[in-house]
């Protein structure tokens, strides 16, 4: 449902001359919207450093890092050499290690190769003591599928909680049918060790001719991707063609149905299949048409905000919001919709170490926005 | 999600002047609006007798038919002598009985006594043949609590496939705390055999103190009730307070949980408890905060439009919509907003046996409507 959702004031913040602290009143919290960072580009994940700074990956192929004080102008070097920007793809989804303390090790999903012969890959690299560069940089996995155009990367990715870290895929977009072949990464998410070799409980180890890094397939292009604070469980969404945006919980060994059930569309009009649900495809536990583009998940746990706990967050780059759900026992029983006032065109959603959520917006003027509890 | 609704066009009906048949895109059916019959006044409940017509109620105290030819002037006559109109109160909910087409039973709840003190009552009568009057009227059933004014009635009734009747109530508005307590039947769902006698496997016809007919409670004014056409699961939804409109699936002896945890909150801005869940109580499968007011419920199955089969359709009269649900082993899993273009109250919507889709609305000007799908 579309809340009663007002923006009751524009209040000037005392810290910067250009952020504008937006009040929001919405269904269960009162918050400001306080800009963090101006000056980003095409910005498209955060990782958050202990010591306070936020990592954020610019899609053009820029590691930036936002202080307290904005957005420092320098960038991190040492990103691989080939990394490629071509439309969608190029540096793209950013974690840490879970002992990143002790070994600073920054994980990122990237495009390799040329604009007419790319894949997704994932590589890992120390990032030294003041933040300025990548170092012993190595790329620990790499789709086995190039495709000749820009679209459809994936590149979101999580670590479990037993150390395996997720990489999510996509079709390609030109390649769908692949996403029902397992001889091939492409429409797939893969689960590897930290140094990208295959776990051996992976789903497909002992399948002949499948590959077995793939954890779950069936996907079109996963770009949300989070781990439920409390029960551990692997919550992604996906973009659907012309309608048919999923929310999915991932087993393993799992067929999301892609390109053979979908509730979406082609861009030409004609249905992509009759079906939307079939034996061994696994029903969406969330579908939007028409489609919203979301981008960014995160299931919130933190003090800052106890009303939203164990809900779920989804930013949108079409649908220009930020979409809350509330689950119970894994399903969705309530929907509100935030931001919609904004218009800030959604790409990543995380909450920080701080409880409080923050944002990426893809807009004319980019920019890192940090939503923080008013208590009344 | 609000779909991508468009009046595509308006066509004048041919059969009359007053009908203009709305035609709707919606995700996926189009479907035309075409008014049956103009003329209702606050018309609440609907029944489909087998001989074509429709039985619709006017909450003021009448019992209307409606042809082919429109609305019949002439009310049904012998509606019971302590019938009260008395603002949400009047004729409610009503239901033929299973054996209709050999014993002519039609079912209804109204609300009984003065304006001062009223309760809401069953009852039911033979019709006759050329639908002008209910004869051998007799009440059934009634709440064993007068409230002191019109409000939250509940009033919806529902065979159930063993051949007992549900009829949902409300806690009267001013006796929320009653809701709560077995040995009234303020704000429960009551199960009754087909003569008001009490069901011997009635959840709490054992337990002492507490109302035999009770079967389910903690409910704060139900004004949908559908049984699912495959499972056999009994559906309904409840108006919150400010915030908290609840679907619910209704299971025997359990306790829906108004007031002692709800997600709504006072007219007056207060909250109504700290709780939103709490042991021993149910969950909703679905809220609605903020209101939008619901009444009426369909569980659809029917030729007319496959691709809604299994869906639940709900009219809500403050969000002046027709909301759809996809639902997938019990839970939500898309929502779409239909008719929002029309800004229509409805306070009603059915499957007809023709599987066509039946509104009324509560306007100034109040129609009962049928959605007819196109055949592209």
Chains 1, 2 share one sequence.
Do not use: C
Request: cysteine-free; proline content about 5%.
């Amino acid at each position: 449902m579309r809340t009663g959702l007002a923006l009751a004031a524009i209040l000037m913040s005392s810290t910067a001359a250009l952020a504008q602290d937006v009040l929001v009143e919405s269904e269960q919290a009162d918050f400001t919207i306080e800009t963090v960072a101006t000056g980003l580009e095409f910005p498209w994940s955060m990782a958050f450093l202990p010591s306070g700074e936020v990592l954020v990956s610019e899609r053009d192929g820029r590691l930036r890092v936002v202080t307290e004080a904005g957005l420092r102008e320098a960038e991190v070097t040492g990103l691989p050499d080939d990394l490629v920007s071509v439309r969608q793809g190029g540096l793209l989804g950013l974690e840490l290690h879970p002992q990143f303390e002790s070994n600073r090790l920054v994980y990122f999903a990237y495009a390799a190769g040329t604009e007419s012969a790319n894949h997704t890959a994932l590589a890992r690299g120390r990032i030294n003591e003041d933040l300025t560069a990548l170092e012993n940089v190595e790329t620990i996995f790499r789709v086995n599928f190039d495709k000749e155009r820009g679209f459809h990367f994936g590149g979101r990715v999580h670590f479990l909680g037993d150390g395996t870290v997720l990489l999510s895929l996509g079709d390609g977009g030109m390649h769908r049918n692949e996403s029902q072949n397992l001889d091939n990464h492409i429409g797939t998410m893969v689960r590897l060790n930290d140094d990208g070799s295959v776990p051996f409980d992976n789903p497909f180890v002992s399948t002949r001719g499948a590959q077995p890094e793939i954890y779950s397939y069936g996907h079109r292009n996963v770009q949300g991707l989070d781990i439920h604070p409390e029960t551990g469980e692997i919550w992604t969404h996906e973009h659907g063609a012309r309608g048919g945006d999923e929310i999915n919980r991932i087993e393993p060994g799992l067929n999301y149905g892609w390109p053979q059930v979908t509730y979406g569309i082609n861009y030409d009009g004609t249905p992509v299949t009759d079906a939307t649900e079939g034996e061994g495809y696994e029903e969406p536990n969330w579908y939007w048409t028409p489609s919203i583009a979301p981008s960014g998940l995160t299931i919130y746990e933190g003090d800052a905000f106890p009303q939203w706990q164990g809900d779920m967050f989804v930013g949108a780059l079409a649908g220009a919001m930020l979409l809350r759900y509330e689950m119970h026992n894994g399903a969705f029983i309530s929907e509100e919709e935030l931001l919609t006032d904004l218009g800030h065109r959604i790409r990543d959603v995380q909450t920080g170490p701080d409880g409080l959520i923050y944002i990426l917006t893809d807009d004319a003027e980019d920019r890192l926005l940090r939503l923080t509890p008013v208590i009344n």
